[in-house]
């Protein structure tokens, strides 16, 4: 088999790239793809932990790469989808137990056996994140509607491009309708004229995002109208399906009705 | 003497314009001399020529369409004949100039002694630094410090100046607080006059 590998980093911290791997990598996992996700945030995991997974923990990437297990021994089986697995972070290191070419040649295995493998980037520009791309075929990269978060996104997009991961592609992640139409938060539109790359989803702000990171259950696992259902599109457009963006606006059945009082 | 060729900023791009009194083998000297000493001048960007005023023979203009192709990437090379504006921004053919075929992200850098050109934006976070002239096909959001050597001839030119701090020489200005109309482009172009940055609308 040969896979594809796809890298999830944004620069900024806390937009969400964790929880956009796990919901992404399981939503792939529904679909029937074996799936591999790598948590490359040494020293700071959280994927193992969104994932629900943390207690399975027995060897971790460190170990793979300092040959201290063989690298299936260190893969987590997700304990909803037997075609789901984790390569886990190790929490003890830091970013410098791994090397950007260890990283390549364990991602190269992988894809040997995996469909799509998942790397979870830690935030920053520095080793944490040269490891994390050093095996990625492309990028997805999250961004907030935040002016902060659009320019590490930015920089991160002219690193990317420098390392020679030509063409990432955009998820824009809780974006919020309301105060979009009142004209608080930056527009999709504001956020795509400066990143100037294609725009791979869009999800909504939903506060069940929350539960289920605490939960250990991805989004994408319940029949959930937003934001799950955003990171279900982007899977399928990773799989090269065409699938229509959410609109914004038609996220609430509220919304739908007003609209349609409105009218009357 | 004034060198036969020159080059001016236009809608389309950089205009190469020939001298039309000068004799057609000091052009292909000057033009040659260009190719060779600024070879990257038109990597990955349209050449256009303007022969508005010149007249020339067919093998005249292929010859300079020869020596033209020596122009390392060029992509395409288009004649033009629209007149050149009078006022039209004149890329100083003295110092060297430096062009740049992409966009600027937040975190990248330029640092040339001459003019620098470029055909993309400048995005926040990222910065120019010119000795000479900055001319931008597109929007600055960064900041941009033209005639950094201390020139107070230098100046700034863009499809949309909207810098997060612009300088020229040693004069530093912000762009006024209220936010502009994000949408429409607006050529303009800041100079220094009367020890103050100054800026005007552009028509180009």
Known sequence: MAGKSLVITSGKGGVGKTTTVANIGTALAMMDYKVCLIDADIGLRNLDVVMGLENRIVYDIVDVVEDNCRLEQALIRDKRHKNLFLLPAAQTRDKTAVQPNQMKSLVEDLKKEMDYVVIDSPAGIEQGFKNAIAGADFALIVTTPEVSAVRDADRIIGLLEAEGLKDPEVIINRINAEMVSRGDMMNIEDIIEILAVQLKGIVPEDNIIIVSSNRGEPVVLKDNPKAGQAFKNIAKRITGEEVNFISLEDNSFFTKLKKIFSFS | ?204
């Open chain 2, 1 to 204: 003497m004034k060198s036969p060729i020159s080059f001016k900023v236009a809608k389309n791009g950089i205009v190469l314009k020939l001298d039309p009194n000068a004799e057609f083998n000091r052009i292909k000297n000057a033009l040659r001399d260009h190719v060779t000493s600024a070879t990257n001048f038109y990597a990955g960007a349209d050449l256009y020529i303007n022969i508005a005023d010149n007249s020339f023979k067919i093998d005249q203009l292929n010859e300079i369409v020869n020596i033209a192709r020596g122009y390392k990437d060029v992509k395409n090379i288009i004649f033009t004949s629209d007149v050149i504006k009078k006022d039209t921004i004149e890329i100083n053919n003295e110092g060297e100039t430096y062009l740049i075929n992409r966009t600027l992200r937040s975190g990248q850098k330029v640092k040339k002694s001459g003019n620098v050109v470029i055909i993309g934006d400048i995005n926040p976070g990222a910065e120019v630094i010119a000795g000479g002239d900055i001319i931008v096909f597109g929007k600055i959001r960064g900041v941009v410090h033209a005639g950094a050597g201390g020139s107070t001839e230098a100046s700034v030119t863009a499809l949309k100046l909207e810098p997060t701090q612009l300088r020229i020489s040693k004069k530093i200005a912000r762009p006024p607080e209220e936010s502009k109309n994000r949408k429409s482009l607006n050529p303009e172009r800041a100079f220094i006059q009367d020890g103050q940055i100054m800026v005007e609308n552009f028509e180009i």
